[in-house]
T-cell receptor, first 109, second 113 residues
């Protein structure tokens, strides 16, 4: 079967660091995507990993371990505007995205 | 630069009514997708298209039809709306299907009474 798991909700403090985990089990693998979705808005692309390791983009980094079926999104120097849902999606052997339910991140002052 | 545009943004229907959701993209993308997003669930693929004149079923196609007569447009039709189709519908596009990010429209919030 195909399954993506990520925590439902996380809370963090402004200025801190937070790590959002994602585990996946899908038929085939063609990369792991992270998207950000503010309430009532469209998902927007954050990162893509297809090889093991860490990809860094400013305050956001994404890590992949294919052997463990595991990824995380690391957000540094949290800002209030980072309050959003973060969606993990695995691209399967048919190049279709299998989406997790999303992690709602709440930032407190 | 509009990107992906969805119309309408909101709609309320009665059970049994029909309607069409329109998606237009100005990025010359080959691939287009229709998803629905429900509380507590991941985005689920309804139908998709890999090019003008082609369509294919996704994970949850029942009760929906699609057409891609022009490369820039992807229409989603509900023939006879049911309360279970109350959802937020997102259209997305990508240059190709391989390892490229999808770009999303702002969504259509549809309620079926």
């Amino acid at each position: 079967g195909q399954n993506i798991d990520q925590p439902t909700e996380m809370t963090a403090t402004e200025g801190a660091i937070v790590q959002i985990n994602c585990t996946y089990q899908t038929s085939g693998f063609n990369g792991l995507f992270w998207y950000q979705q503010h309430a009532g808005e469209a998902p927007t692309f954050l990162s893509y990993n297809v090889l093991d390791g860490l990809e860094e983009k400013g305050r956001f980094s994404s890590f992949l371990s294919r052997s463990k079926g595991y990824s995380y999104l690391l957000l540094k120097e949290l800002q209030m505007k980072d309050s959003a849902s973060y969606l993990c999606a695995d691209m399967d052997s048919n190049y279709q995205l299998i989406w997790g339910a999303g992690t709602k991140l709440i930032i407190k002052p | 630069n509009a990107g992906v545009t969805q119309t309408p943004k909101f709609r309320v229907l009665k059970t049994g009514q029909s309607m069409t959701l329109l998606c237009a993209q100005d990025m010359n993308h080959e691939y287009m997708y229709w998803y629905r997003q429900d509380p507590g669930m991941g985005l689920r693929l309804i139908h998709y298209s890999v090019g003008e004149g082609t369509t294919a079923k996704g994970e949850v196609p029942d009760g929906y039809n699609v057409s891609r007569l022009k490369k820039q447009n992807f229409l989603l039709g509900l023939e006879s709306a049911a309360p279970s189709q109350t959802s937020v519908y997102f259209c997305a596009s990508s240059p190709s299907g391989e390892s490229q990010p999808q770009h999303f429209g702002d969504g259509t919030r549809l309620s079926i009474l």
